[in-house]
């Protein structure tokens, strides 16, 4: 039979900070399950605004804590989300304004 070498001990990467993608992840859930719950409640919309940008905030500051770790390019991520879910938001209201005023 063939031996198998043993593993060697690898130095330990840069400590990950899950904890703040857990947060920003939750925040972005929790935006995502509003939106869905508040279609034609106009009191809750409002709130859904609030915790994306909460969210998008939290990726900005824990950025570089996540620095060449895998949770950077879920940062990347969630951050270019929230500003293509901006820009759409922004271009459908103008539409919509823009349809309805004719």
């Known amino acids: 039979m063939t ?45 859904v605004g609030v915790v994306g940008i909460i969210g998008v905030i939290v990726c900005y500051v824990k950025r570089d804590d996540a620095r060449n770790t895998w949770v950077a390019s879920h940062f990347t991520w969630l951050i270019r989300t929230f500003w293509w879910s901006l820009l759409w938001s922004v271009l459908g209201w103008i539409v919509l304004g823009i349809w309805d005023g004719s």
């Open 3 to 47: 031996e198998i070498p043993a593993l060697e001990n690898t130095p330990a990467s840069p400590s990950v900070p899950v904890s703040s993608g857990l947060i920003a992840y939750v925040l972005f859930a929790i935006a995502a399950v509003m939106t869905i719950a508040s279609s034609g409640l106009p009191l809750i919309a409002p709130l």
